[in-house]
């Protein structure tokens, strides 16, 4: 018996939480049950998580979480739970099977069964942002060595498990060399341990073409943070609809299951919300506690229940449907399939372990780091990128010179062009002067001088090497 813990959200939430776990009940599933309170009354009430500490120690004691949506009230203040939930408990990997159930469900692409696996915990998600000039903001995107690997590993063994045959992975390492090409790196690295399983890689824009356009060309998709959060939508989407899609978080010891969509309060309390997303995504909870024969039975009676025409209003279409019923109704009819397989649409049948079983990450030796540079950021309102490099240059030392200057990227200074438009907004990029090497001691040289000549260093980032390579980005146009 598996003690897990509930919350039934918002909006649809407690309408399509409760058709979910009777099904679930009713096709045997070996649970308990401990409800909480997260969500918009949770905000309302004063608390700007969304979520009381003892709730967190409910989910942290039983390990697995079944969510469904919730608001999160508009303006400031308030930071979305799914986000928090999945970094705060480690879910590092979001699980999103996207399959059409043609000819039952309105779609373009017949063939399509596609599993997205998302990096779920940092890139451009790490939330870092600030404004530094009164024209520029920036966020940080953060990409680690043991984000990469966790969730490439990851992938891999899912598509193992599952019988898959490929896994893509999308990145846009020719623009971000650094971010996107450590993720692309480490992907080729761990493929070479998967010699069964093809593997791919694709660039991202061209890549999400191809899958809008022919998703049967491709198995597993393992991204980035926001790459896999927009193409997982466009996928479920363009599979039917992202009302029927679930999603599993996955961490090394906890795990969230839920829908993708969000609560739609327009719909509560009307007993009209398609269940499906929800299930989808209790269905992956089964397998994931190693209930497999429960998981497997429910998904073949819904299966048959799609199949049998029995549809919500959402997905309802005259012609292919035969009844259009409510959330409870659904629920009842998939309750009265269980047992039965589907017989166009194709059964499911997992292994009796489905459990995937990762290595922790270990980290690596720490590789010889060398100082080369630095950069310094300068919030100037000036447009002659050749007068600020007579104002910086004030500031050389003899052991760190001014050797570019970029705006937004671009290199202006040397040999810029005039077409080039600036905003407030410098990089001004000191290198050792000829012969020397460069010290933090330089670094604070170069700050106190700004300070002294009434430049304004809103930022500064160090230029490093490891073992002997550099590690950051030239200038656009050097």
Same mark, same amino acid.
């Given at each position: 018996?598996?003690?897990?813990?509930?919350?039934?959200?918002?909006?649809?939430?407690?309408?399509?939480?409760?058709?979910?776990?009777?099904?679930?009940?009713?096709?045997?599933?070996?649970?308990?049950?401990?409800?909480?309170?997260?969500?918009?009354?949770?905000?309302?009430?004063?608390?700007?998580?969304?979520?009381?500490?003892?709730?967190?120690?409910?989910?942290?004691?039983? %390990? =697995?979480?079944?969510? !469904?949506?919730?608001?999160?009230? *508009?303006? #400031?203040?308030? +930071?979305?739970?799914?986000? &928090?939930?999945?970094?705060?408990?480690?879910?590092?990997?979001?699980?999103?099977?996207?399959?059409?159930?043609?000819?039952?469900?309105?779609?373009?692409?017949?063939?399509?069964?596609?599993?997205?696996?998302?990096?779920?915990?940092?890139?451009?998600?790490?939330?870092?942002?600030?404004?530094?000039?009164?024209?520029?903001?920036?966020?940080?995107?953060?990409?680690?060595?043991?984000?990469?690997? %966790? =969730?490439?590993?990851? !992938?891999?063994?899912?598509?193992? *498990?599952? #019988?898959?045959? +490929?896994?893509?992975?999308? &990145?846009?390492?020719?623009?971000?060399?650094?971010?996107?090409?450590?993720?692309?790196?480490?992907?080729?690295?761990?493929?070479?341990?998967?010699?069964?399983?093809?593997?791919?890689?694709?660039?991202?824009?061209?890549?999400?073409?191809?899958?809008?356009?022919?998703?049967?060309?491709?198995?597993?998709?393992?991204?980035?943070?926001?790459?896999?959060?927009?193409?997982?939508?466009?996928?479920?989407? =363009?599979?039917?609809?992202?009302?029927?899609?679930?999603?599993?978080?996955?961490?090394?010891?906890?795990?969230?299951?839920?829908?993708?969509?969000?609560?739609?309060?327009?719909?509560?309390?009307?007993?009209?919300?398609?269940?499906?997303?929800?299930?989808?995504?209790?269905?992956?909870?089964?397998?994931?506690?190693?209930?497999?024969?429960?998981?497997?039975?429910?998904?073949?009676?819904?299966?048959?229940?799609?199949?049998?025409?029995?549809?919500?209003?959402?997905?309802?279409?005259?012609?292919?449907?035969?009844?259009?019923?409510?959330?409870?109704?659904?629920?009842?009819?998939?309750?009265?399939?269980?047992?039965?397989?589907?017989?166009?649409?194709?059964?499911?049948?997992?292994?009796?372990?489905?459990?995937?079983?990762?290595?922790?990450?270990?980290?690596?030796?720490?590789?010889?780091?060398?100082?080369?540079?630095?950069?310094?950021?300068?919030?100037?309102?000036?447009?002659?990128?050749?007068?600020?490099?007579?104002?910086?240059?004030?500031?050389?030392?003899?052991?760190?010179?001014?050797?570019?200057?970029?705006?937004?990227?671009?290199?202006?200074?040397?040999?810029?062009?005039?077409?080039?438009?600036?905003?407030?907004?410098?990089?001004?990029?000191?290198?050792?002067?000829?012969?020397?090497?460069?010290?933090?001691?330089?670094?604070?040289?170069?700050?106190?001088?700004?300070?002294?000549?009434?430049?304004?260093?809103?930022?500064?980032?160090?230029?490093?090497?490891?073992?002997?390579?550099?590690?950051?980005?030239?200038?656009?146009?050097?």
């Amino acid at each position: 018996m598996q003690r897990i813990t509930v919350a039934k959200g918002d909006g649809i939430g407690p309408e399509i939480m409760d058709a979910t776990l009777a099904i679930i009940k009713a096709a045997g599933a070996r649970i308990e049950v401990d409800e909480i309170e997260v969500g918009e009354k949770v905000y309302l009430a004063g608390n700007t998580a969304g979520i009381a500490k003892e709730s967190w120690d409910v989910i942290r004691r039983n %390990k =697995i979480f079944l969510k !469904a949506p919730i608001t999160t009230p *508009q303006g #400031g203040g308030y +930071k979305s739970l799914n986000v &928090t939930t999945r970094k705060f408990l480690g879910l590092y990997a979001n699980i999103r099977p996207c399959m059409s159930l043609h000819p039952y469900v309105r779609t373009k692409h017949p063939q399509m069964d596609i599993v997205i696996v998302r990096e779920n915990e940092e890139d451009l998600y790490a939330g870092i942002e600030h404004q530094q000039t009164d024209e520029v903001v920036q966020c940080l995107k953060l990409i680690s060595r043991p984000g990469c690997e %966790k =969730i490439v590993r990851y !992938a891999f063994e899912y598509a193992k *498990q599952y #019988g898959r045959k +490929k896994v893509t992975c999308f &990145t846009k390492d020719n623009i971000m060399k650094q971010t996107d090409g450590l993720f692309h790196q480490v992907f080729d690295e761990i493929a070479k341990e998967y010699p069964t399983i093809e593997n791919e890689h694709w660039i991202i824009d061209i890549g999400a073409a191809k899958m809008a356009d022919t998703p049967e060309a491709f198995d597993v998709i393992v991204m980035p943070n926001l790459y896999g959060d927009v193409l997982s939508d466009v996928a479920a989407q =363009i599979a039917g609809s992202v009302g029927l899609a679930g999603s599993a978080n996955i961490g090394e010891e906890c795990a969230m299951f839920e829908a993708i969509h969000g609560s739609a309060p327009r719909r509560a309390g009307q007993n009209m919300a398609n269940p499906s997303g929800l299930l989808q995504g209790a269905i992956q909870m089964l397998t994931h506690i190693g209930q497999t024969d429960v998981a497997e039975n429910v998904q073949n009676a819904w299966l048959k229940t799609i199949e049998d025409g029995i549809h919500t209003y959402d997905i309802y279409k005259e012609g292919v449907s035969t009844q259009k019923v409510g959330t409870r109704e659904f629920a009842e009819a998939v309750i009265r399939n269980l047992g039965q397989q589907p017989t166009q649409l194709k059964a499911v049948q997992y292994a009796k372990d489905s459990t995937l079983q990762l290595p922790r990450y270990q980290r690596r030796p720490a590789a010889r780091k060398e100082l080369l540079g630095v950069d310094l950021f300068v919030h100037w309102g000036g447009s002659d990128a050749n007068e600020l490099a007579a104002l910086v240059q004030k500031l050389n030392t003899p052991s760190a010179t001014l050797s570019m200057i970029t705006n937004r990227g671009i290199k202006v200074w040397p040999e810029g062009f005039r077409e080039t438009f600036c905003t407030d907004h410098w990089r001004c990029r000191f290198k050792p002067a000829e012969g020397s090497t460069i010290g933090k001691q330089d670094i604070i040289a170069l700050l106190q001088a700004a300070e002294a000549n009434g430049l304004d260093v809103i930022k500064t980032e160090n230029l490093y090497a490891f073992d002997g390579k550099p590690a950051f980005s030239l200038g656009q146009g050097q």
